[in-house]
């Protein structure tokens, strides 16, 4: 790995290194690493129960972060600004005038994509949605399945994390396209 990758990694995967790192600055230089970053945790983390509770951390995290922001309920800035911004780069998949959908670095399935507004305009949560953006979350939905028909097209499932107890640890309206193998049910 570059030394150049180890801070974009931290700061885009709250899920692996806990959500302080998740807002970290991101420079080229080891100072953006977190004293408690592990890089055996990077390369042999594995999806078990460790990881729900990662994701679970983070969302605790992130809502703290986010009740405490004094931005007037946008939040604090996210990595998907990074993203939209073209400071970080992303692998697109879709991209049109509203939404962009990328695949997430840390998938959860085979396939495992984001899709995002590209203004967030208030979208930190799906609650916390507004009735004049009943056009951009039916954009969001069929951006989505368009994606996922392509890319799954034996099925798939979209997912909308929801504040803290939903495990949002990302205050950006996203959802997640997953599929690529056959999904359990229960999800939670």
Not at 36 to 49: D, P
């Amino acid at each position: 790995m570059s030394g150049k990758l180890i801070p974009l990694l931290l700061v885009t995967s709250p899920r692996l290194f806990g959500y302080a790192a998740a807002f970290a600055p991101v420079t080229a230089n080891s100072s953006s690493i977190p004293a408690t970053f592990n890089s055996r945790r990077l390369l042999h983390h594995e999806s078990t129960g460790s990881n729900m509770a990662d994701e679970v951390a983070a969302a605790k995290t992130a809502a703290e972060e986010y009740n405490s922001s004094e931005n007037d309920g946008a939040g604090p800035a996210t990595v998907f600004d990074n993203i939209l911004s073209g400071k970080w780069p992303s692998n697109k998949v879709h991209e049109d005038d509203l939404s962009l959908a990328f695949r997430d670095i840390n998938p959860q399935a085979p396939v495992h994509i984001v899709v995002i507004p590209k203004n967030r305009d208030g979208l930190t949560k799906l609650s916390n949605a507004r009735e004049d953006q009943k056009d951009i979350l039916g954009h969001l939905m069929y951006v989505a399945q368009s994606v996922g028909k392509k890319e799954c097209p034996e099925g798939f499932r979209i997912v909308v994390n929801d504040g803290e107890h939903g495990a949002q640890s990302v205050y950006h309206l996203h959802l997640h396209v997953m599929g690529g193998r056959q999904l359990g049910w229960p999800p939670g």
